[in-house]
């Protein structure tokens, strides 16, 4: 009887514990849709002090590196499918956690798009049109083709999981994997907005798309498999020969 209760208590606390990572989950990527997606549609083209492809870069890369500090302890601060995928593959995430935290982050970072929508729609004269999606071809910054795209998506993930696996090793320096993580972040959208308009998260890239007055969710499909493949990867590469622990 004894053992039945501690048995029950167990997984009541664990439902608490996954509760709170969800929440955690949706909240960070809440921030990164808002906070990224957000500099990109309200600031970057702004008459004469917008602050262009820099701007949007840093801004990523700050959001990411800001809510892994306020509840990374929480979740483990992936804020994106492919990160938790990434993890997963790597053998530091639990299987059974994968489907809540995706559903979290997606709800989190459509709830951040629409947030940004009603701001937004404020402006005299507003058109959604990109929206800050993602996509190819037309859709493409830089009217980049599929191949390139997927190219890019798929290393520029495998490299964002590869800083974040070594950022977060137990013989890494403590406390400084957010900021690791997000100028990696900040970096590869330096290199990758031209391309794709960078999306390395699903999550992100599913919340601009529902906004986008574009074919952008027609398109989504590449920035679902192409960052889920290269964070897939990246945890098998980092698992078989540069995990410094089991």
Known sequence: MESELQSNVYYFKGEIMLGKKMGAEFFGTFWLVLGGCGSAVLAAG???????????????????LTMAYAVGHISG??????????????????????????????????????????IASGQAGFEAGGFASNGFGELSPGKYNL??????????????????????DEKAPAGFAPIAIGLGLTLIHLISIPVSNTSVNPARSTAAAL????????????????????????????????????
């Open 46 to 64: 702004f008459p004469e002090l917008g602050i262009g492809f820099v701007g949007v870069a840093l801004a990523f890369g700050l959001t990411v």
């Open 77 to 118: 601060g992936h804020f994106n499918p492919a990160v938790s995928f990434g993890l997963w593959s790597a053998g530091k995430f639990e299987t059974k956690e994968l489907l809540p935290y995706i559903v979290a982050q997606v709800v989190g970072g459509t709830l951040g798009a629409f947030v940004l929508y009603m």
């Open 147 to 168: 191949t390139a795209v997927i190219i890019s998506e798929v290393v520029m993930t495998f490299m964002f999981l590869f800083i974040i696996l070594g950022a977060t």
């Open 211 to 246: 906004f986008a007055d574009t074919a952008a969710m027609g398109q989504l499909w590449v920035f679902w498999a192409a960052p889920i493949a290269g964070a897939i990867l990246a945890g098998v590469v980092w698992k078989l020969f540069f995990a410094t622990s089991k």
